[in-house]
């Protein structure tokens, strides 16, 4: 039976537009997408826009001067929702990422799922009215205490949190504390990477109390079911869309097929609402946790946070004209462990992109291609590809092992190593050979393998880099149906036809 995969990124606060940051989560997202497809599995892959939060109506209403906005509140922060998202989606086309769905939270899909799930956990008897006294950053769009404070002010947003008084709906967090522990014990793979299982662990046991999930001062937002006094604390409508978007409270079906999602990728900023939050909100409604969240890293720009007022917010669409979508996708990949911090630079980015792609697949790619063509290699059904024990053959199947398992545990870097080590091992089986001096069949003899081994190598970098695959195919003359074959069948050295047709250089070096 085919397998589903359900992968998430997390949805994206609309009160500025993308940055290089988003789209590192929404890249290695994309990555797993394809990949899942590649191996025949039905993939359901979402992505999209957190718009209820109160951040998102305060720029709003900033921005709003004399008559040129018209209308009520409402109606002016629904209307800066509504472009902002649409920046965000034209943002996610323009990249090119291969997402199923684009959620937005104003969209009544999500909000019938919101008041399906807030009545099944008011039937449980998990919510209950209280007083709500404490402090709440809006940058974080969190309840905040004392010692999360550095002098007085939010350390990410260094702005001083808002004192709230309220009288609002709680929900009975607490009630999952031990359920949620025996889980995460007894499911490792819940909480990854490994680093961050014991920061949930220790935040659950010492820190995890019942959620104030409501605000009364606030008109922009989710109603709550049943008192539209008050709107939904966002975040409790936010990770719905999760389930919304696969159908819950509106589409059976699709729900059943999809949920519980395979993973939900998310920064380390945000991990304790999926890992404590949003799992005890699930155990409430009595709906299955998702299977894993990971959690990765965050990346300054040249050693800075990335940061509006700072001016160093990329715009990754200016970065994808000068150096293209596969490059970037392949240094965010590459040059970061995923999981780990790391530093974003333009000048690293230049780095790998002459030495990797440029001098690297990219010259490897022209080389091998251009050799072909001048000896007219023509290989049918790999009779010429080297045989049984060909030194490359053995590499490429230790490759696929290396690659395969470093994907599975979200080692993207070391997935792309181990294709350039490849890439290294037939730059040495050229020089080895000294095919610059071979004629005739002995050339022949040594190109062969060299143009099998370019298929693999375009297998492996389809997921990470989707157009320079395609192009690399297209140079070895490889048919779309033989493109669309199952990865079983991809994998087999010797396996393919070659119809070699020498194309534009994959990378042109840049100077500057
Ligand atoms: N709206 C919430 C998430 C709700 S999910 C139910 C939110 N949105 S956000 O717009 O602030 O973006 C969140 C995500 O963007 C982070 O969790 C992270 O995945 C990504 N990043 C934002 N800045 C980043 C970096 N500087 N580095 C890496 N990832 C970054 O939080």
Redesign the pocket.
Known sequence: MQKKFYIT?????VNDVP????V??TVAADVLARWHRMQGDAVYFVTGT?EN?QKNAEVALRQRTGDSVQGTDREVVQRYVDTMSAKWQMTWDELGFSNDDFIRTTEARHIAGVNTFFIAVQKRGDIYKGKYVGLYCTGC?AYVVESDLVDGKCSLHKKEPKKLEEENYFFRASKYKQQLLDHIASHPEFVEPQSRRNEIIQYIKHHFDDFSISRTALSWGIPVPGDPSQVLY??FD??L??CTAVGYGTDEMKFKKFWPADVH??????IK??CALWPAMLLSAGLPLPKAVFA?????INGQ??SKSLGNAIDPVDLVKKYSIDAVRYFLLREIPFGEDGDFSLARLQERYNADLANGIGNLTARVVTLAEKFKVSVKGGSASGGERHLLREKAQDTWRVYEKAIAEYRFHDALAAVWDFSTSCDGYIEEKKLWTLKGDEAVAVIAPLLEALRHIAWWLWPVMPTTAERIFDQLGILDAVRKQSLQEAKKWGNAQFAVKKGQSLFPRLTS
């Open positions: 990124t997390p949805i994206y606060y940055h290089i940051g988003h590192y989560s957190d939060a769009e966002v975040w936010a990770l869309n999760y990728l998310v920064g380390k900023d945000i609402f999926h990765h890293g965050f990346f300054t946070k990335i």
